[in-house]
């Protein structure tokens, strides 16, 4: 079959030219909405970005205020425990004893014939806290009684010599609440004894 096209050119021309206006333009819109899209999906991106920096600086300034506080804290507790170290020295200071003359003391009334081979001295001393605090050691104890404990152990020759170093210990003026173990007097010669005694109050209230 034959066909034949018995427009004019000008006709055909026209048709052309509206044939690639229609293309243009379908063409024009569909970018049209390409474009509006990535707009709004930009937009979007841009408004959640934007809440996002927002939470992150909230949480930055949350951090920052909650390590200042901390560090406040830290700066209290420790200005709190240098004021107990300091309230503890003046207390030493007010309290201080003479140790040279208690052991030069303790040194005159031991008889030759007895040895001491242990000392051990346990002084309690008043705290802010209405503790006391042991001095050498971190042991605290309840209680408003000042006390200075000695512990005792030695050699006696005799069991008279050391009954002799009681009397002394009892008879002296530095201190006092002599206790003596039981098994201290089983033997008559060569006596391995303990006791335990106080520093007498006129020399702490010195």
Partial sequence: MIKLNLLPPWKKEEIKWEK???????????????????????LLAQIYLSGELSHIDQLVVRKQQEAEIKEVEELKNEVKIFNEQLNLVG??????????????ELSLITP?????????????????????????????????????????????????????????????????????????????RNVDFSCEFDLSEEVLGD
């Fill in 20 to 42: 690639i206006n229609r293309i243009l333009t379908v063409n024009e819109v569909i970018v049209a909405i390409e474009l509006a899209v990535f707009i709004a999906a930009f």
């Fill in 91 to 104: 207390e030493l200071h007010s309290q201080r004893i003479s140790w040279t003359e208690i052991l030069n």
């Fill in 112 to 188: 030759e014939t007895v040895q001491i081979t242990s000392l051990n001295i346990k002084r309690n001393l008043s705290n802010s806290s209405g503790k006391k605090k042991l001095e050498g050691t971190n042991i605290n104890s309840e209680g408003d009684e000042k006390k200075c404990h000695f512990n005792l152990s030695g050699y006696a020759k005799t069991r008279d010599n050391l009954l002799k170093f009681e009397d002394n210990l009892k008879n002296s003026g530095y201190f006092t609440n002599l206790k003596s173990d039981r098994s201290n007097y089983l033997k008559a």
